[in-house]
């Protein structure tokens, strides 16, 4: 069984920081996509930011320039970095990534529980 899991996340004031990481255990053949997204509160699930296993990334317009997000392959871990943060920012962050997990030619996605993230005014 593969797991993500997620940590991180805290209470930061405005214009703060917070480290987010992602580790993916359990039997694991490759990793491709690796993503954060964040959920609001009434609002639906959006995608933050996107890596590849190659290392190629993607950001929401809304964080470019103040979020990077990066990956150790070894480790099967993703981590976003958080700079500048708004209270706008505050939600629950999870990670997806698209996994082979067995010998099947095909990939399944799998997603954490979610690390709260607040950012107070």
């Known amino acids: 069984q593969v797991q993500l899991v997620e940590s991180g996340g805290g209470l930061v004031q405005a214009g703060g920081s917070l480290r987010l990481s992602c580790t993916a255990s359990?039997?694991?053949?490759?990793?491709?996509?690796m993503d954060w997204y964040r959920q609001q509160h009434g609002k639906e699930r959006e995608l933050v930011a996107r890596?590849?296993?190659?290392?190629?990334?993607k950001y929401a317009d809304y964080v470019t320039g103040r979020f990077i997000i990066s990956r150790d392959n070894a480790k099967n871990t993703a981590y976003l970095q958080m700079n500048a943060l708004q209270p706008e920012d505050t939600a629950v962050y999870y990670c997806?990534?698209?996994?082979?997990?067995?010998?099947?030619?095909?990939?399944?996605?799998?997603w954490g529980r979610g690390t709260q993230v607040t950012v107070s005014s």
């Open positions: 997806h990534a698209e996994i082979r997990s067995s010998w099947l030619p095909r990939f399944d996605d799998f």
């Open positions: 359990g039997t694991i053949l490759r990793i491709e996509d």
């Open positions: 890596i590849t296993n190659g290392g190629d990334t």
